[in-house]
């Protein structure tokens, strides 16, 4: 059962041809068998799991479970789950359990799915290939000595390696979309604001959003159904109808015009990865869609402007790390400055403390203007460049990371390196834009992502393009060696 | 764009974070990487262009002036690192 879709394992639920609780166990005894090397999990929630599936069971029985009743599902570790450890992927927030849950964690709970456990991610979100986490790296389930991307790390892999059947993430500049490209998953980020961000812990609060990650577009949409939403308790969150996303999937592509901005098929990208993102391209055309060169000019500057924005957000966002209210605290503070600097810097990793200097040094006196009121006027461009762009097509289409998964410890001494593998990624984060990858190949064995990148809130549209593509093709159903 | 050792310490200490002194020159030299990479936004002149803060350009939303929180202290309470008699404990601030 475990090979099956989300979509396939809720029709058997609903059919009464296999129960929440055997489901539950089944998927209970994957993770801590076949996915343990993985390090995918940074707490499992078994009893709690298997509690919530006998409800399950009984609302089944009564006839009355929807499309995700009963299905068992992982909360990436950044949604505050009450009475079950929420850590961010921090030793900050080893200690600490949520006194509430985040809207996503309460919305599927009210849509039936059964929570798994929390999986692994980089620090607080920070990071590209899940090596930030202070639980350890996650493996790809593809090769283990390669990373799973980040930071949505250890849901990607929990997904691949069929642990559940399906995930939660959050992208502030590819963290859904780059993993689920790396791990040969179906992964998407919503539009700013479609998706509530409350009781999600902040990393960079305008451009974080959550979204699913999960084997098939037709299993992203059942979930984007729960997940997505107007919440008075998220000031941006946007109040805006919900569609049935599941609804639009098999529309026809003819006349679809789809954009390939030419500074997307760079010399950075790996020649492999290029060939596999054209050829699904040809598919695409195939299906009637019709392709336009566009251009987003200021593309090459996305990530050098989100290395501004994010840290700022971050470096005030994380000012509430205190040691005072909850989380770590050190050993014998002196006074309170000691109270609060040793706090920091004993409870933060590296990674999360160079992102906390860089906002402070670019928003502290005589440096706002150069860095964070310029990067701002740089986000308004490059948002731009999309707007020209989405006059002329419906979706732009091209890689999501420039090479398939590199190998743990590659990229972990230089962090320019490593940021750039969310080139493809991060743009969309600054303008607000949903984007999508989906799996459209292997490069020696390890799996390569197309990103498919939509105007605001056209959500439903990207899951459609997606959905036919995987119906033509079966790059989504492949299972990594080991995990069948 | 290249930070010095005093630098680092001055940022740091803005950001409330103890930083090893061992680590210092490592901080120093990833910093000011990151702050020369960054500088490539100065190739684009942006001169007129309004700066964007928010995806949508939506501008916050009001809500009514109602009380919709109740008191959890207690339950707050229970996951911080020192507490006594409902205070939040904290090295003395004042002689």
């Known amino acids: 059962m475990h090979r099956q879709s989300l979509a396939e394992q809720s029709r058997a639920l609903r059919a009464r041809e296999i129960s929440s609780v055997e489901l539950t166990e089944l998927h209970l005894a994957r993770i801590a068998g076949v996915g343990a090397p993985l390090n995918a999990f940074v707490t499992v929630a078994a009893e709690r799991a298997l509690a919530d599936a006998r409800q399950a069971d009984e609302a089944l029985a009564a006839g009355c479970g929807g499309a995700l009743t009963g299905v068992p599902i992982v909360h990436k570790d950044i949604f505050c789950t009450e009475g079950v450890r929420t850590s961010c992927g921090s030793r900050m927030l080893d200690n600490f359990i949520a006194p509430y849950d985040a809207t996503v964690v309460a919305r599927l709970k009210q849509a039936g799915a059964i929570m798994l456990g929390k999986t692994n991610m980089d620090e607080f979100a920070m990071g590209s290939s899940n090596e930030t986490s202070w639980y350890g790296p996650v493996r790809n389930p593809w090769a283990a000595d390669a990373v799973p991307g980040g930071s949505s790390g250890g849901s990607a892999a929990a997904v691949a390696a069929r642990l559940c059947a399906g995930a939660t993430g959050t992208d502030t500049g590819g963290s859904i979309r780059q993993p689920a490209a790396l791990c040969g998953i179906t992964g998407l980020k919503p539009t700013y604001g479609r998706v509530s961000r409350y009781g999600m812990i902040a990393f960079a609060s305008s451009l974080d959003q959550a979204g699913p990650m999960t084997r098939s577009a037709e299993d992203a949409a059942l979930m984007l159904n729960a997940m997505a939403g107007f919440d008075p308790r998220d000031s941006t969150s946007v109040d805006e109808p919900v569609p049935d996303y599941a609804a639009g999937l098999n529309a026809d592509l003819t006349g679809l015009r789809i954009g390939l901005p030419r500074e997307y098929f760079d010399p950075g990208l790996s020649p492999e990865v290029a060939a596999l993102v054209e050829k699904a391209i040809d598919e695409l055309r195939t299906l009637g869609a019709e392709t336009v060169e566009i251009s987003l000019a200021n593309s090459a500057l996305a990530v050098p402007t989100y290395y501004v924005v994010a840290p700022a957000e971050c470096s005030s966002n994380l000012s509430r790390y205190d040691g005072v209210r909850f989380g770590y605290r050190c050993e014998e503070p002196r006074d309170l400055e000691d109270l609060y600097k040793r706090s920091r810097g004993e409870g933060f990793g590296a990674e999360v403390k160079r992102r906390i200097m860089i906002g402070t040094y670019a928003l502290s006196a005589g440096y706002y203007d150069a860095y964070y009121l310029k990067a701002q006027r740089m986000r308004r461009l490059i948002s731009d460049d999309f707007r020209q762009a989405f006059e002329r097509v419906d979706i732009i289409a091209g890689p999501t990371p420039p090479t398939a998964a590199f190998g743990i410890g590659e990229k972990a001494d230089d962090p320019i390196t490593m940021y750039l593998s969310d080139i493809y990624t991060i743009a969309a984060n600054l303008a607000g834009l949903p984007g999508l990858s989906i799996p459209c190949g292997l490069v020696e064995d390890k799996p390569a992502g197309l990103q498919l990148i939509g105007n605001y809130f056209t959500e439903g549209r990207l899951l459609n393009v997606a959905h036919r593509y995987q119906q033509v093709s079966d790059w989504h159903t492949r299972t990594p060696p080991g995990f069948e | ?95």
């Open chain 2, 1 to 95: 764009m290249s930070l010095s050792r005093s630098d680092v310490e001055g940022i740091a200490h803005l950001a409330r974070l103890a930083i090893d002194e061992a680590d210092i020159p490592v901080y120093a030299g990833h910093l000011s990487d990151i702050l020369e990479f960054v500088a490539r936004m100065n190739e684009v002149d942006t001169e007129g262009v309004s700066p964007m803060a928010h995806p949508l350009d939506a501008s916050q939303r009001l809500r009514p002036d109602e009380v919709t929180e109740h008191d959890q202290r207690e339950h707050f309470q229970a996951i911080a690192p020192a507490v006594e008699a409902g205070l939040y404990l904290v090295p003395k601030v004042i002689e």
